[in-house]
């Protein structure tokens, strides 16, 4: 697509999406999918949910089970068979009501080739993000215009083998870009989660924080003082204080006198890593209501599972909404078990807690984006309480998020040999689309000057 026909294509998209669209006769009864719902020339449509039946699509995808994602797919759903890995689909039937007949999961790590696409295949890779989310390796011709969009390939029919990685929401590492399905080959178009393609996002990796998390949790619960040399000690003293619970009788403890509990925000799926870190650390059981039980369940997670109690007494961490992670509602939610526990800590995990460093350069270099984010380390001590904790009640904002950053992006895009990056988040405002558009344009210029095969040198398997 050339770039007048890009820009062309997003005004069209941007129509689609208008947030005063009511569905009427006159518009067809529903909303047009935008062009990048839509695998070019292929009959696919991915995370589409909310536009219906689209014209032409024979097979629609489903990257994993949050409701940014699912919108409007209900029990209701009959317009084709859905895709997805076999953890959303026991998600989507079990939160959703799906008729089991229209959910056909697939296996990770395995090409599968899609019935009535053209003998298009498809790989699921694992992506980092929540329990069952996936990023799908789409392999095979253009056979078709399908979707919406007045823009229309011009390779259909050809011979030529087409490459597209749609991203969903990821946590970009290097074992996706060393993935066997994905490494030494081009990708013609990478359909990319976008949601901190900003550099003020360069928030610290997941297996530091997670470890960090569990720690903090583990001194407080213990009693052990936070900041052990002399002069941070002395510094920090009233945050010891409020943390030391050494001087509690053993009776009492058994009466739940100085019991601290540990509460941990989550999303309706997600950030289950942190809570049973925290567990493991804290030798706890975890506690949530039967409904979010009944969530965890439908995930393929043993240790997770034997974690589990009914009984909040015998959890010492609860799983809560995210938004029950703030000063008043956290109160509330404690004094239920009032005479049990006598303190409270809550986490926050959410990459919106990060606040970049006072002077940070919002222009770096790229070599400076991953020379800086690669010299940082993240640990327990840096982890403080939010503004109205008190001795009592403690929250502490958790940089964690389940999404790439932006340090991890630009890793991504430099490790990944790629032909075009489509964003596929924040692009409702042309403004928006602009500023990570240059930033895309830097990364391809960086890429340029790299072998086609190198990768940034990560840290550890699982991190760069």
Not at 129 to 140: A, I, N, Q
Not at 162 to 170: A, P, Q, S, T
Not at 414 to 419: I, R
Request: proline share 6%; hydrophobic share 35%; net charge positive.
């Amino acid at each position: 697509m050339t770039s007048h026909k890009e820009n062309e294509a997003w005004k069209e998209a941007s129509v689609a999406e208008d947030r005063n669209f009511r569905p009427t006769k006159s518009n067809g009864g529903r909303r047009k999918a935008p062009f990048y719902k839509v695998m070019q020339g292929m009959p696919i449509a991915v995370d589409a949910f909310r536009y219906g039946t689209i014209p032409g699509v024979t097979a629609y995808f489903l990257t994993h089970a949050h409701s940014d994602h699912y919108t409007n797919l209900s029990a209701k759903w009959n317009s084709g068979f859905i895709y997805c890995s076999e953890g959303t689909a026991n998600l989507i039937m079990h939160m959703l009501g799906v008729n089991p007949k229209w959910v056909r999961p697939l296996p990770l790590d395995v090409a599968t080739t899609i019935p009535d696409t053209g003998g298009v295949q498809v790989t699921l890779i694992e992506a980092n993000h929540c329990p069952g989310s996936c990023l799908f390796l789409f392999e095979g011709p253009q056979t078709v215009n399908a979707g919406d969009s007045a823009y229309k390939s011009p390779l259909i029919g050809s011979s030529r083998l087409f490459r597209y990685l749609h991203c969903g929401d990821f946590r970009a590492s290097p074992a996706h870009v060393n993935h066997p399905a994905i490494k030494g080959k081009r990708i013609d178009h990478c359909y990319l989660d976008t949601t901190y393609l900003d550099p003020k996002y360069c928030f610290p990796p997941q297996p530091q924080v997670i470890p960090a998390c569990a720690e903090l949790a583990r001194r407080i619960v213990a009693g052990i003082p936070l900041h052990e040399d002399a002069a941070r000690a002395k510094q920090n003293r009233t945050m010891d204080r409020w943390v030391t619970t050494s001087g509690v009788k053993t009776e009492q403890k058994e009466q739940g006198i100085g019991r601290t509990l540990v509460v941990v925000g989550t999303y309706s799926i997600g950030k289950e890593r942190i809570v049973k870190a925290i567990a493991r650390a804290l030798q706890t059981k975890v506690f949530c209501d039967s409904r979010k039980a009944a969530i965890l369940r439908c995930q393929a997670d043993p240790e997770l599972h034997a974690l589990l109690t009914k009984d909040p007494l015998e959890g010492g961490v609860h799983l809560v909404p995210l938004g029950v992670i703030a000063s008043d509602r956290l109160k509330e939610y404690v004094e239920r078990f009032k005479g049990h526990y006598s303190k409270a800590v809550g986490f926050r995990p959410t990459g919106w807690t990060f606040t970049a460093p006072t002077g940070s350069d919002m222009l770096p270099s790229v070599q400076t984006i991953i020379s800086r984010s690669q010299s940082r380390t993240f640990t327990y001590a840096q982890l403080s309480p939010m503004k109205n904790s008190t001795p009592a009640l403690q929250i502490y904002g958790v940089p964690y998020s389940e999404h790439s950053s932006f340090f991890e992006l630009t890793c991504f895009a430099l490790s990944l040999d790629w032909g075009r990056m489509i964003a596929t988040v924040n692009v409702g405002s042309e403004n928006s689309r602009k500023k990570m558009g240059k930033w895309i344009e830097r990364w391809e210029a960086e890429r340029k000057k790299r072998a086609r095969d190198e990768v940034v040198s990560a840290r550890a398997d699982d991190y760069w």
